[in-house]
């Protein structure tokens, strides 16, 4: 598999270029790598589609947090795939004014003469999860509003019997020219959209819009290891196109609730597990709890507050390689706030114990406690060392 290009270094732009550096960076680019105007270059149409990945991630600012952070890993699956020019155009002309596609010539809203279709506009969802549902995936029912096609008009915009009349600010042609100095730019007309024709008599009910509102309201399926802010897409969910192109896409949006018991972090879980002092002392066989059910954890004895356990396979499925994450079994000793007479004279026991059979750490830590509260004694051994060499 080819490695990926940094996104940063496509673009030729430093890490901390801000969002005005970044969209100066991708016009130039893509003016120059433009197929119009690079018709015997094979490769311009690649370059000019990797120039456009890298702007999408780069320009906004969560897609930029995560590719930082993961890298390509990160943002895997957020960008859109391009079927060809024409869908970039689409999405990014404003960057140039209205007038990406026609700036070499009319090449970005008809091809061959045919007008350009555009998809129609995305919508969002959100969808809050357990992290029982986030793990191991679930149906969701979710509902959202989107515009779809004018029932009365069936989406023409255009009243009963009446009758589309020439676009007066084109006269038809679907195309307009705009000057700026020297440069004169062909756009698609902004009051017919490129059609060339007006509704004469607009629909009562959508006012020759051609859309009303709607709530939607569908069963969703949610794969198995989604975290947060991650996005479903429903293909074909969104809204019409304007044109009779194909309908826009439903994102639904992610969002986890906390856990009373694990923390994730990414495919693995964090379990912070109490036992008692005998048990750490000791050892133990736990029950520990997991997603699947209890777990059964052996505690050697000598096990020191911090020590991590790692449970394999009973983390979280990763979405993209199928790889299970482990749970991680953080432990710590837990000390009682109340006692009983008889636990209070058995613990002083051994605390007597202790105090003529000091454990090897504590010694340590005794030496060096010692050393810092009084370091003169051993100064002055070490200057009578030296006293006796000399004479």
């Known amino acids: 598999m080819a490695t990926k290009t940094c996104y940063y270094e496509v673009l030729k732009v430093e890490r901390t270029a801000t969002k005005q550096q970044v969209d100066r960076a991708y016009r130039k680019l893509a003016i120059k790598y433009h197929p119009d105007s690079n018709r015997d270059d094979e490769s311009a149409t690649a370059k000019f589609k990797e120039a456009t990945e890298a702007y999408e991630v780069l320009s906004d600012a969560d897609k930029r947090a995560r590719y930082d952070q993961y890298g390509h890993a990160g943002v895997e699956g957020a960008t859109h795939q391009y079927g060809d020019v024409e869908d970039i155009f689409e999405?990014?002309?404003?960057?140039?004014?209205?007038?990406?596609?026609?700036?070499?010539?009319?090449?970005?809203?008809?091809?061959?003469?045919?007008?350009?279709?555009?998809?129609?506009?995305?919508?969002?969802?959100?969808?809050?999860?357990?992290?029982?549902?986030?793990?191991?995936?679930?149906?969701?029912?979710?509902?959202?509003?989107?515009?779809?096609?004018?029932?009365?008009?069936?989406?023409?915009?255009?009243?009963?019997?009446?009758?589309?009349?020439?676009?007066?600010?084109c006269g038809g042609q679907g195309q307009v020219i705009q000057s700026a100095g020297i440069l004169r730019v062909q756009t698609t007309?902004?009051?017919?959209?490129?059609?060339?024709?007006?509704?004469?008599?607009?629909?009562?009910?959508?006012?020759?819009?051609?859309?009303?509102?709607?709530?939607?309201?569908?069963?969703?399926?949610?794969?198995?290891?989604?975290?947060?802010?991650?996005?479903?897409?429903?293909?074909g969910e969104g809204e019409p196109s304007p044109d009779g192109g194909p309908n826009g896409d439903c994102y639904c949006f992610i969002s986890v609730k906390e856990h009373n018991l694990f923390k994730r972090e990414g495919q693995h879980l964090i379990l912070q597990m109490p036992i008692s002092y005998a048990q750490a002392a000791l050892g133990a066989e736990i029950n520990v709890p997991t997603l699947d059910g209890p777990h059964e954890l052996t505690v050697p004895a000598g096990t020191q507050t911090g020590h991590v356990f790692t449970i394999r396979g009973q983390g979280i499925v990763d979405p993209r390689s199928g790889r299970t994450g482990d749970l991680l079994v953080q432990i710590f000793i837990e000390v009682p706030k109340k006692l009983s007479d008889k636990q209070q004279k058995l613990l002083r026991e051994l605390a007597e114990l202790d105090h003529d059979s000091v454990l090897p750490e504590r010694t340590s830590f005794l030496d060096k406690l010692r050393h810092f509260f009084d370091p003169e004694p051993e100064e002055a051994e070490a200057g009578n060392a030296d006293t006796e060499k000399d004479s």
């Open 91 to 169: 999405a990014f002309g404003d960057l140039f004014g209205g007038g990406f596609g026609d700036f070499f010539g009319g090449g970005g809203s008809r091809r061959g003469g045919r007008r350009r279709v555009r998809r129609g506009a995305d919508v969002r969802c959100d969808v809050t999860l357990t992290l029982e549902e986030a793990a191991r995936g679930c149906h969701k029912d979710i509902s959202f509003r989107r515009r779809v096609a004018c029932e009365t008009c069936d989406g023409s915009g255009a009243a009963a019997g009446s009758e589309p009349i020439t676009c007066t600010m």
């Open 189 to 235: 007309c902004p009051t017919c959209k490129g059609a060339g024709k007006q509704i004469g008599e607009p629909c009562g009910n959508c006012r020759g819009t051609g859309t009303q509102n709607e709530k939607a309201e569908m069963n969703v399926e949610i794969p198995a290891g989604v975290d947060d802010g991650m996005r479903v897409r429903l293909q």
